[in-house]
């Protein structure tokens, strides 16, 4: 896999540089809760991506760190004359199994059909929230915080199988 788990201090400037531009709008104005929705939604689909240990969307997580370590250290030396590569500690969200990768799929097709529909800005807030939340989830607070989500997930996916099994019907 091509990318990495460990985020730098640099990462994590890039990352909260992209959670301050969706924030602050939202702060300034009237704070209606569904203005931070389209954020929410992209942030949702990569911390469930995060679950994933490989395949496409685990490498999609991986490289995030990859590009955020790279950017936020580009603009934090430039910035400051200082550099940024100190590494934080990193967190891993694991234990996803197959009934809860298919709620990670659905979830993730659920942004991207959400994004196809979505205005410009929202587009815009929609990647910026699965980019915060797919670094975000490389530290291990964040990671931590999330630990649960991975049972969750598999625990939605095994109702919806029992479901469609016939299971506990009757």
């Not at 694991?94 to 990670?104: D, E, R, S, Y």
């Not at 815009?124 to 530290?139: Q, Y």
């Amino acid at each position: 896999m091509t990318g990495t788990t460990t985020l730098s201090l640099g990462g994590l400037l890039a990352a909260l540089l992209v959670l301050y531009a969706n924030l602050r709008p939202w702060w300034t104005s009237n704070r209606e809760m569904k203005r931070l929705a389209p954020f929410g939604k992209g942030f949702g689909a990569a911390a469930c991506a995060a679950c994933c240990p490989s395949g496409l969307l685990g490498w999609l997580h991986n490289r995030s760190g990859t590009v955020a370590n790279s950017a936020g250290e580009r603009v934090g030396e430039s910035a400051t004359g200082t550099a940024q590569g100190q590494s934080l500690t990193g967190g891993q969200l694991t234990g996803l199994g197959i009934t809860g990768a298919t709620v990670v799929v659905i979830a993730v097709y659920a942004a991207v059909l959400a994004w196809k529909a979505a205005a410009k800005d929202d587009k815009k807030r929609i990647v910026g929230g699965a980019f915060v939340g797919s670094v975000l989830c490389l530290t291990a607070g964040v990671a931590g915080l999330l630990s649960w989500l991975p049972g969750a997930l598999n625990a939605a996916g095994s109702a919806v199988a029992d479901a469609f099994q016939g299971a506990n019907l009757l």
